[in-house]
């Protein structure tokens, strides 16, 4: 299978090759697109190197899908010509995901909403997947009227420029900031744009890419998207209240039991999930599952995920999977 990576030169596309090759996804030609700048470089994937080209170079390979993770304006741009052209897009930005036509899709949740026309499919936002990975389950038994989410993202979110911003504060180096203020020792409760209602533009992308994957409008969510100075991976303090009674050991099981998800959960022994446990691992990590004690038919819990890995790349590759087991691509 030909598969085009736009954005293959950045931490999200690097991570994308890699996811790839671990999850043996059967790439026979490898295109990597980035920009102009970097066309004519070369990428490694699977022990062979394969030379960066330009969009509109990729277009005319005719490949059977292209993962896209290059920013939304490159989105914008370029996802319809591959489109018009027959080739599938997975997108990882955020240009398509509220969009009616396209489909926001995290294959566990909602997989089955792909038919074989969707030629844009777009990948939700890291702090969203996570989180409603967990959610479903839960939704399905006890159905949730209401979750409150605070979320502390890894500067890997941000992307190089962080990374290096953070490392650049604890060797006491001044370089170039990702960031208005310093991020080592420091947490700032911003993530994107402020919008009119005074929250982040990230913070009502998991309000309205929860209700949009969830398939429903009634549930109820409000969020606290905050960057803190870790690698790794993205956690989130979340907080669901039901319609419905639920027993703490039965939702715990229910998790258990849901693909894709890990509870680590042992407080007399201090195990809960962090980012460290969770970098270079596929799957959502969930712990401190406890009845909130101030109201009813409420739940407390702590989500935790690589947010390049199951936040973007994985998630992206599974969707791919996905199609390629239908024989859509």
């Not at 409008?217 to 956690?235: C, F, K, Q, Y």
């Not at 319609?243 to 890990?262: A, C, F, H, I, S």
Request: some cysteine; hydrophobic content about 40%.
């Amino acid at each position: 299978m030909k598969v085009a990576v736009v954005g293959a030169t950045g931490l999200v596309g690097s991570k994308m090759l890699q996811v790839l090759t671990e999850r043996n996804f059967p790439v026979t030609e490898l295109i990597p697109v980035a920009s102009e700048k970097s066309v004519g470089k070369e990428v490694t994937f699977k022990g062979k190197t394969w030379k960066v080209v330009n969009a509109a170079t990729a277009i005319a390979m005719k490949p059977n899908v292209a993962i896209f993770s290059a920013g939304g304006g490159t989105s914008l741009e370029w996802a319809p010509k591959f489109a018009e052209a027959g080739i599938t897009v997975i997108d990882n930005s955020s240009a398509w995901r509220m969009d009616p036509s396209k489909k926001l899709v995290v294959p566990e949740v909602n997989g089955d909403a792909i038919t074989r026309e969707d030629k844009i499919i777009a990948n939700p936002n890291c702090s969203t997947i996570q989180m409603v990975l967990v959610l479903k389950p839960l939704h399905e038994k006890y159905k949730i009227k209401r979750v409150v989410v605070s979320t502390y993202q890894s500067v890997t979110g941000t992307g190089v420029k962080a990374v290096t911003q953070l490392m650049n504060e604890r060797q006491g180096i001044s370089g170039e900031m990702a960031y208005a203020y310093p991020i080592d020792l420091n947490v700032i409760p911003q993530i994107d744009v402020f919008l009119d209602n005074g929250y982040t533009k990230e913070e009502m992308k998991m309000v309205n890419e929860t209700k949009k994957i969830m398939r429903d409008d009634s549930i109820l969510v409000t969020a606290t998207t905050v960057r803190i100075p870790v690698m790794g991976g993205h956690s989130e303090s979340v907080n669901i209240e039901f319609e419905n009674e639920y027993d703490v050991k039965e939702l715990r099981g229910l998790l258990e039991q849901t693909p894709g998800v890990v509870v680590v959960d042992d407080p007399s022994k201090a195990q809960y999930p962090m980012p460290k446990d969770a970098h270079d691992k596929d799957e959502v990590f969930v712990g401190r599952i406890r009845r909130d004690e101030t109201q009813p038919k409420t739940v407390n819990m702590w989500i935790v995920a690589d947010n390049l890995r199951k936040g973007a790349a994985t998630n992206a590759v599974q969707i791919a999977e996905y199609l390629s087991g239908k024989n859509w691509l």
